[in-house]
């Protein structure tokens, strides 16, 4: 409803040939819009703090610059394992050695690291044991397991023409952080090496992100790791809880793991003594789905129950691997899996799977290599030579080249898990985010590209825009309910039940709203492509994120980054003043819109005319930026009137309130006929 004031300050727009001033306007509001006038107020002596003020980011340097590129000093360290692990299956124990050689690229020199012995999670001391419940998805369950550690050596002057020295080091720990104090100081540039004894019994349910059932193994978070150190906030100590996930340096990897004979190994990276643990037919049978596109069974169903799958059943054998270029390794083992395989590209695709999950798994496979030739089609080459998805208690969850799924009840679910987890290849594993202090770096960029690779595979489900949605629905439902929280929250701060609609799906939501109504597809995927290029085996921030994604856009987009992932700002657009006035043929329309949340949106809206004809007007969010409360814009049409006023009519945005997004024109009364005489 308009005031009087409104109303007269509207009509004598209307007589003007310019736009009437929006302070004016803003002025003349009804007394309901004062909620959204405070959000706006500016008073002397007080700061920007408007939603399009700037965002406070850590100022450019020689590391990271401002268009969000690696600055020409940018540096990590780098660390290199060879570790030989033995699967004890009558005690579900792992017991290892290890050598890490580890280089330290900072520009300072180090007196001491930290290690992440995560299996200490599993005890009911631990942090985990504190915060979660047992029973829960990432609780403990009660299980005593946690990391041995036999013996932490330096091996000084290792790799150099001397002999090494093999020191003690002195080591205290803070649940899943291991300190080491060091020999002596590594200097810039220099490199060091380790040497390291540890074991743990295996839990069943490992936080869902590994563990055992039956005869099954899926192993992960199993050998003492080096902490990052970087130039954002030095060691980065936070320990591991269960749900918030890993952040990790890149290295290449030798590994073997040893277990009895009947088992069948699924592992990160590419097995190097094939000869010694496959079958003369199953060699032959690999090097066929080297040159397929349709899967190969490598093992199949007969041949696991007749003993054929093995070169030998008793006794142990030690499988090998190598992988380059990552920033971790897991493997699963089974003596019941069945295996599939097919390529693209040169690049393997892998699934492992018991007899009991074939329906829907037989289609693993396929579905691993379509993710791999979605995603390196649209935005960045997979760069390893083979991708693996394993069947196992683990309801998904990634590793590089090795993605753990369960069971599925179907095919379009079983997709949905592979492709997401498939995805996680490029974040964090290729773009290696800290995935403790900024979850959706990793699952919220991962869950917006899995859009696509979901309607690329079964279209029938709906398209990209049909997926993107149903997503953009549930999260106007958490905003109605004022259950939203914002995104850029450390993991192990997020209520485990929101945790899926804020660090996965609402960023979906955004970079969706980035890309089709702010900045555009074309402007969007370059920026993606080049965030992914830039950061390729490196440790990006959130701000090296928005300054990328601003510098392919050319826009400054403080306020889409400080509403959508900073704060958890709401959204209303309304039609809130409309007024109709006839100048000879031509009906002159001034629209007042409204905006009565703090949070800003691009406005689309649809003017129906008497004659049934449509026009559809696109204002940038920008239009906001003098008064992000009240927008007021002026429509001339010769020889038509105005039947409604429609803001989103498609439904595209984030509005919480759409009955406010509708005006319609009143009907002129209607003329008493005069009664015939």
Request: charged share 25%.
């Amino acid at each position: 409803m308009c005031t009087p004031t409104s109303i007269r300050l509207l009509s004598h727009a209307l007589s003007r040939p310019v736009l009437f001033p929006l302070a004016f306007l803003f002025a003349a509001l009804p007394a309901g819009h004062a909620a959204a006038q405070q959000v706006n107020v500016e008073r002397p002596g007080v700061g920007d703090t408007s939603i399009f003020a700037p965002l406070p980011l850590p100022s450019p340097n020689v590391f990271r610059l401002a268009n969000g590129a690696p600055g020409p000093s940018y540096w990590q360290n780098r660390a290199d394992y060879d570790i030989h692990a033995t699967l004890d299956t009558a005690t579900q124990t792992v017991s290892g050695e290890l050598t890490m050689r580890y280089t330290n690229n900072s520009p300072v020199a180090l007196d001491h690291i930290w290690m992440q012995v995560e299996q200490n999670a599993f005890t009911d001391t631990s942090l985990n044991a504190y915060v979660f419940p047992q029973q829960s998805r990432f609780g403990a369950r009660g299980f005593q397991g946690g990391d041995v550690i036999e013996h932490f050596d330096e091996l000084l002057n290792a790799g150099r023409t001397k002999p090494s020295r093999r020191v003690k080091l002195a080591t205290r720990v803070w649940d899943t952080m291991l300190y080491v104090e060091l020999a002596e100081p590594l200097a810039p540039g220099k490199m060091t090496s380790f040497d390291v004894g540890w074991h743990f019994r295996v839990p069943e349910h490992g936080a869902d992100r590994m563990g055992r059932d039956g005869s099954l193994y899926e192993i992960a978070q199993w050998y003492p790791r080096v902490a990052v150190f970087d130039d954002v906030r030095g060691w980065n100590t936070d320990p591991y809880v269960g749900q918030g996930e890993f952040y990790l340096e890149y290295g290449d990897f030798t590994y073997s793991v040893t277990l009895p004979a009947g088992y069948v190994v699924a592992g990160t990276g590419v097995l190097t003594n094939p000869r010694d643990v496959l079958t003369a037919t199953e060699v032959a049978r690999l090097a066929q789905a080297a040159k397929s596109a349709t899967p190969i069974h490598i093992i199949t169903q007969e041949e696991l129950q007749s003993g054929a799958a093995r070169p030998r059943t008793a006794g142990p054998l030690t499988w090998k691997f190598t992988a380059k270029d990552v920033r971790d390794v897991a493997w699963a083992a089974s003596p019941e899996y069945m295996w599939d395989a097919s390529s693209w590209n040169g690049i393997m695709a892998y699934a492992y799977y018991r007899p009991s999950a074939i329906d829907p798994w037989s289609d693993a496979a396929d579905q691993a290599r379509m993710s791999i030739v979605e995603y390196s089609e649209r935005w960045y080459p997979y760069p390893w030579p083979q991708i693996t998805v394993a069947e196992g208690p683990v309801s998904g969850m990634e590793y590089p080249m090795l993605a753990m799924e369960a069971k599925s009840s179907d095919k379009y679910d079983l997709y949905n898990v592979i492709t997401h987890e498939i995805g996680h290849d490029w974040f964090p594993m290729l773009v290696g985010s800290n995935e403790r202090i900024h979850f959706w770096q990793d699952e919220g960029l991962n869950t917006f590209i899995n859009t696509f690779s979901e309607a690329r595979r079964y279209p029938e489900k709906g398209d990209q825009m049909q997926r993107a949605a149903e997503q953009r629905e549930e999260i106007e439902e958490t905003q109605k309910h004022d259950v939203d929280i914002p995104i850029d929250e450390p993991a192990d701060r997020i209520d485990p039940n929101k945790l899926g609609f804020t660090e996965y799906d609402k960023t979906s939501v955004g970079l969706q709203l980035l890309r089709q109504e702010i900045i555009g597809p074309a402007a969007f995927d370059a920026g993606f492509k080049t965030y992914i290029r830039r950061w390729a085996y490196k440790h990006p921030t959130p701000t090296d994120f928005y300054r990328t994604m601003e510098d392919a856009s050319g826009r400054r987009l403080d306020w889409f980054w400080r509403e959508w992932f900073v704060e958890d700002d709401h959204f209303d657009q309304a039609v809130d003043t409309v007024l109709v006035r006839a100048r000879g043929d031509t009906n002159v329309i001034l629209v007042g819109y409204g905006n009565r949340s703090r949070g800003i949106l691009p406005l689309r809206v649809r003017l129906t005319l008497s004659d049934g004809s449509a026009q559809n007007y696109d204002y940038p969010a920008e239009v906001w930026s003098m008064n992000s409360s009240f927008y007021v814009r002026r429509y001339d049409f010769v020889g038509k009137t105005i039947a409604k006023i429609e803001i989103d009519p498609e439904h595209l945005l984030i509005d919480d309130d759409r009955s406010n997004n509708v005006w319609t024109a009143t009907p002129a009364p209607a003329v008493p006929s005069r009664p015939s005489p």
